[in-house]
């Protein structure tokens, strides 16, 4: 099981920007997704989660600016970023709770894409 985000890149402060993250493989369902990020010098942290039924839950930094949604269907994630400032310039990863089967449940990260907001 492999997971794919692509959609960074360099935005003016203000702008928007869309990620997307795919699940590839031998999937069997995909429970919660998530986005989280990685500012230089700090921790990675957890910015939006979203559950296999819709429900969303968005760190403090994101609400009311960030969207996170997803597909069922394309296995895949999505996390609409608006308002953007330069202090959302980090690395964002997806991460997702896969099982391969009905029993086994793995969590997956993905490889991360770079988001750099100019001021």
């Known amino acids: 099981v492999q997971l794919q985000a692509s959609g960074g890149g360099l935005v003016q402060a203000g702008g928007s920007l869309t990620l997307s993250c795919a699940a590839s493989?031998?999937?069997?369902?995909?429970?919660?997704m998530r986005w989280y990020r990685q500012a230089p010098g700090k921790q990675r942290e957890l910015v939006a989660v979203?559950?296999?039924?819709?429900?969303?839950h968005y760190d403090d930094s994101a609400k009311g600016r960030f969207t996170i949604s997803r597909d069922n269907a394309k296995n895949s994630v999505y996390l609409l970023m608006g308002s953007l400032k330069p202090e959302d310039t980090a690395v964002y990863y997806c991460?997702?709770?896969?099982?391969?089967?009905?029993?086994?449940?793995?969590?997956?990260w993905g490889q991360g894409t770079l988001v750099t907001v100019s001021s």
């Open positions: 991460n997702a709770d896969i099982q391969v089967s009905a029993s086994y449940e793995y969590e997956y």
């Open positions: 979203i559950t296999r039924g819709g429900s969303t």
């Open positions: 493989g031998d999937i069997f369902r995909i429970n919660s």
